[in-house]
């Protein structure tokens, strides 16, 4: 099996190719490595390699791993489904979450973090195929949830996430991939538009292992790759249940 950094390495080249190619700042895209059931020293690795954004699903694991990699300076990203009893434990640990999909768990958020003098950044996550075991907030109550999260004082509020449906593999996937992530782009772009205050709107959370090149000519401006870092993971036929 390939290294882990060799792995980034080669990540890395595709990025800056791909924001060749969309005429896009090099800089302008963050790799996040997606550390679910990775262990610590596996994240470390990563982190030689010049990742500081980490992304991790599930709370109790994250914990141990936030807290075993103490020593070094890492941003880490709660990329999972959201329970409302695991909000003070996510406000307190995360610099910033990705899955916010509802008025409840943003209100307990900055409830939390209010308490505890920190802040944190939320991107909303939309269910953009509104698939209805999938997580997310469907685009037509978007608008809503954008201006009811910009009152909220401890939350910055950074952009959009999703997840869209995987595309079956045609041969003219790259640009079915691209237009697929364009709707998001789309949705991103409107919230500028609209007389809503938003100081720190800059971030759209898409792309993964299969399809980051295109989320990055759609305009991604952060990527969550695993697989392609870490190799497969040993459980993954168990994502569908963990993304929904
Ligand atoms: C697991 C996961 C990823 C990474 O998926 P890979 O296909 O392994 O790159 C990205 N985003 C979310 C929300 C995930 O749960």
Redesign the pocket.
């Known amino acids: 099996m390939r290294s882990i950094q060799a792995n980034i390495d080669t990540i890395r080249r595709a990025i800056t190719r791909a924001c060749e190619e969309a005429r896009r700042e090099e800089n302008s895209v963050q790799l996040m490595a997606?550390s679910?059931t990775r262990t610590a020293s596996e994240i470390r690795k990563a982190a030689t390699s010049g990742i500081r954004h980490m992304?991790e699903?599930y709370l109790q694991e994250a914990t141990k791993k936030i807290a075993a990699l103490d020593d070094i300076d890492l941003t880490w990203h709660f990329?999972?489904a959201i329970q409302s009893n695991k909000t003070r434990d996510i406000a307190t640990h995360f610099d910033w979450v990705h899955t916010v999909d509802r008025n409840k768990i943003a209100r307990r958020l900055n409830q939390h973090c209010l308490e505890a003098n920190l802040t944190l950044n939320v991107c909303i996550q939309v269910n953009i195929d509104k698939e209805p075991q999938k997580a997310g907030i469907v685009p037509e109550h978007l608008d809503a949830l954008v201006d009811e999260i910009s009152t909220m004082k401890a939350l910055h509020l950074r952009g959009l996430m999703a997840?869209p449906r995987p595309l079956a593999d045609t041969p003219d996937t790259l640009e079915s991939q691209i237009q697929n992530f364009t709707r998001l782009t789309r949705l991103f772009k409107q919230q500028i538009n609209r007389k809503t205050l938003l100081p720190a709107w800059d971030t759209l959370s898409m792309g993964?292992?299969?399809d980051y090149i295109a989320a990055i000519h759609a305009g991604s401006t952060i990527v969550?790759?695993?697989?392609?870092i870490f190799g497969p993971?040993s459980n993954q036929s168990n994502?569908k249940i963990?993304?929904a």
């Open positions: 997606v679910k992304g699903n990329i999972g997840i993964m292992s299969g969550r790759v695993g697989t392609a993971r994502d963990h993304l």
